[in-house]
């Protein structure tokens, strides 16, 4: 990488000498000189960096190589600005100065040659990267293992289970990848010394391959430990093993018809052409083989599987914290903060071994509360490599990963670390111009900037540098084309630590508050070199002139700045400037004059700038412009005409939530006219922006022909957001043309009325063309006209997406169909929904139900499951996999739904990580039991968190094991059995039965589970004296009672509620008039809410004398409650008493019924 830095800026200077203000201002001579001294000292660049990082003379000199490399690289660029007929006396001296400064410290660098020549040759074995390796083999300490029996069960299952994915492959290769130290030679040592292994394989072979990769050496060394040899041995016994031909007999000769179990750890190789190489050896060795691959980049387990990688779960902060523990003396009393600190240390470790192995002996050192501190303030790698202990593996892993990158690979990764904090979030368009900006990516001969900073982004992912991240919508933006990303914890710490002596972040500037910056005329006088600028958060009301003097400038953010009225009318002086940000100026009202200068604009962001009123004429002369951002703006005025300019528009975003004002209606019609021009057109955000055409037009077919109008033409279009256009009735058959569609949001569009219909499906799921499509709802239909008679499912064979829905299920004509269709193969599909028309006559289906489920496997990467509307009585489809718990093993939430006719439900408790389950509209369901439904799984529903039971009209028993929220809705025929349901959080909703019901076994004795500590009661008729349940929760500590009318009590229930802490009367009307009387009796009731209880006039006369416990009063929507509480004669009583005019919130309490 410090390569790269200066040999860039020895290519400025080669441009510069000669160029003609150089000559005339005298400084060829000086160019040469820094050239020749910036020559000589390349050739030690690279063996510095490879030095470790305690080593501090060297560390001082590449940090002083790369300062005169970046000062050079300034002192050219202020050079080839420089024009010597304008320039005064002061401007040629200033730019002399700067040259003599940059001589001065490259001459600095280059008088150190001749003892960096002496230093290398005495110091040959440094610990450089060259020297990392340190082997590994089979054998692994079994204490040391923590946390990962379940990621060596699931990797022994798929040895077993996984069938070769082509008739070609005989062999099964898995992967396993992940950040350097994150347990994948542990993992693989624990599955190569398991039982099954040692039992199961007639050979099991280890070879640690690192970064020497040998065909040679790997056949040599299957070799050697087949026959239990040495390498001598081998090389004597056979004088011709030395050729690869005759290894290769050899080993098929041994192999062949042998179980083998092979490990290849660390593999670094990336060439496709040797992984295939590698991958084809193994194939030819034996048709019994399994191999496991050990590597940092997923691009190599891309590339070298036959079966899906393997990425390890990373461990729990509790397990970081007991390998941590386990170097340290256990604790005595009185060190309970110390322990504390401990745990908060383990959570820094991200869940990743290595790093909680490195600390521990760090804070084994010592038992000094400070000194832990220190360590958990501080930079883990900071600490680790600062010191004399040895480094860990983790750390060599990682620098032989940067290291191996390309320069400017190594340079855009390294900027990244240094100018972003800890889990900062950036859009990917963002980080590609922040790099093209800087330079550090240049276009080659084939490939553009932005080509190669595409690849560079999905490199950095296989390496597990980058990681995607969620949107937060809570910042207001809508863009939801965009891809934003964030870097691990533990990788950024390293990285911060290794390269910080680049300082590549020199040339860019972030401020993310300015709102205490004082912004003067000279603020960016002296950052004339600056090529990126990001300031974010300020009320300022005008930009200094000064920043329109950052000539190099390329990439500006000035974001938020909600008192700013007006931009510099230079602005168009900033001809580098290729990517402006203006998110968020508010009061922002037009743009300048000169804006239209700014000639190599392809990126502009407006998004909320509310205060444009119309497309201004300067934005419509950027030619270049490729990605416009309007969304929350209101210029519409002259939209049509100003948007068909821009011809190489690829990015569009119009999102406009206020677009019911009577004038946009009338800007908005020539909308169509300007869209249909942009045909190189990508991403097209319309988001509630065509509501005043939809809401204004007189017919459907109007605003389908206007539709039609916008999107002819886009036939590179592939996302289209439609989303919240609650007027829109239809889409457009030409939207079935566009062939490069893969994403159509129709969120909110409530309207809508033939999504799914025949003519809607060939739109949506375009299936011989839109192969990318990320949701897909499907109704089948059948093709009456075909001779096959078949139907529309046969649609779904080339769709693979995250989302898919079924619907009409009942109109298949034969089991064939769904086969077709190959469900199981479809590993993106994460939520599945399968739907049969409620009320359908039985007698029409062709195909049975439960036969028809057992062809639709779903795959192993479901993690959502709806069925509704089945028809069958058992509901036990025949899915012919080996083992349906690992196949589904990444299933959690399973909803059913109007089962008219079914008596007997699945074995559900197969799932293994099952969390949701939602049982609703079962008529003929009558017992509930755990062990019914637990397919003869002893862990059966351990992960269960929410149950929910609706509308289940003859259902009588319950029995369930213990989780933490259970909702019972509609069922009027429950009761309890021989214990209460038992959950944390239990919600009875329409239950009267199960209300007044008393459980079989003691009064107040639950099941062996945590008791009910919160109970939510929704339509009750029932006087609350009969609510006999109260009985059996002897732990509850909160309790709302929701849109219940008779709450007459008794002294029983009034004892059964003497531990209550929280209270909460919700939706209670009329003829509530008055708080229960038996409140005054909840003497450990602390917070009592009173929510939407409208007849409420005032509080019991004695409750405050009697709750004396009472800490907080809420009230919500209860006027004349309100207007009693806040009477001066009231104030006084209520003194003490916290009172809140607002809603007892679910986020503070959880007292509200969840919602269903």
Known sequence: MAQAIVERACAKLRSAIGDEAVVRLNFTTDLHDLLEALEDIQPFLDKAVMRPFRDS??????????????????TVDELQDAR????????KNALAIQVQEAKKLVMWAYEQSPELSYYFTENPMLHGIADVERKTGPVFEEAMVLERGSDKQRIMATLLS?????????????????????????????????????????FRVWIHVFTRFDFHAIGNSIICQVLGMGQE????????????????????????????????????EEDPIQLQLLKSMLTFLGDKMDVIVTTCNQAIARKICTVEPYKPNRLSDDMCWKIIKDFIPPFKGGEEELEKIGREIASKCQGIPSVARAYAPLLASSRNTMTWKEAMERNTWLAILTSHLVVPLAVSSFQLSFWSMPPNLCLCFAYYCDIFPTRHTIFKDDLVHHWIALHLIEPSEILSATQIAEDYITRLQDMSFLQTAELDHASGKDDKGAILFTMHDVVHDLATVLLKRYSISRRATRCVDCSRVEFNSDSFSRKKCIRVLELKDSSVQKLPDSICQLRHLGYLMISEFTGLTTLPESLGHLKSLFHIDLSGCSRLAALPESFGDLINLTHVNLSRCHGLAELSEPLQKLRKLVYLDLSFCSCFEGIGEGLRRLTNLEHLNLSNPCCYVAQHHSHLQGLKDGLCKLTKLRYLNLSMCLNPIFYCHKSQEDSLKYLQECVSGLSRLEHLDLSHNTFLFDLPESLGNISRLHTLDLLGCIRIKKVGETKCLKIIIDLSKCRGLE????????????????????????????????????RLKSLDEARRIRLVEKQKVERLKLCWTVGAAQGSMQVEENALLGELVPPHSLQCLQICGYGGETCLPAWRIPSISYHLRNLTEVTMEDFSRCIVLPPLGLFPNLQRLVLRRMARITRIDAGELSGGNKEAFTRLSKFTIDDMENLKEFEFAAVDELAIQKCPLLSCGSLPPRAQRLLISDCEQLMSSSVGGIDGVEGPSAPVTELVVQTCNLALGDWSLLHHLPGLCSLTINNCYNLTSSPEIISALSSLQSLCFYQCHEPMESLPVFLCDLTSLQQLAIDECHGVQSLPEDMLAKLTSLEALYIWDCPELKEWCESEENKQKLAHILIKFEKFGTSKTGVHPPEM
């Open 57 to 74: 003379w060297l560390s001082l000199w590449l940090g002083g190589a790369l300062n005169a490399a970046y000062k050079t690289i300034d």
């Open 84 to 91: 010597s007929a304008t320039m005064t006396r002061r401007m």
């Open 162 to 202: 996984t069938e070769p994915n082509t008739m070609q492959e005989h062999i099964t290769i898995l992967p396993i990848f992940g950040l350097a130290g994150s347990g994948k030679t542990t993992l693989a040592q624990m599955v190569f010394n398991d039982t099954h292994s040692v039992q199961g394989y007639d």
């Open 233 to 268: 041995e081998i090389n004597h016994s056979s004088s011709d093993v030395q050729g690869m031909e005759s290894i290769m007999k050899r080993l098929h000769k041994l192999l062949n018809g042998k179980k083998v179990l092979l490990v290849l750890d660390s593999l670094w």
């Open 775 to 810: 949701s897909c709802q499907l109704v089948v239909r059948v093709d009456e006209v075909a001779c096959s008679n078949t139907s529309s499912l046969a649609q779904l064979e080339v769709v693979d997406c995250k989302e898919l829905e079924i619907s009409c299920l009942e």
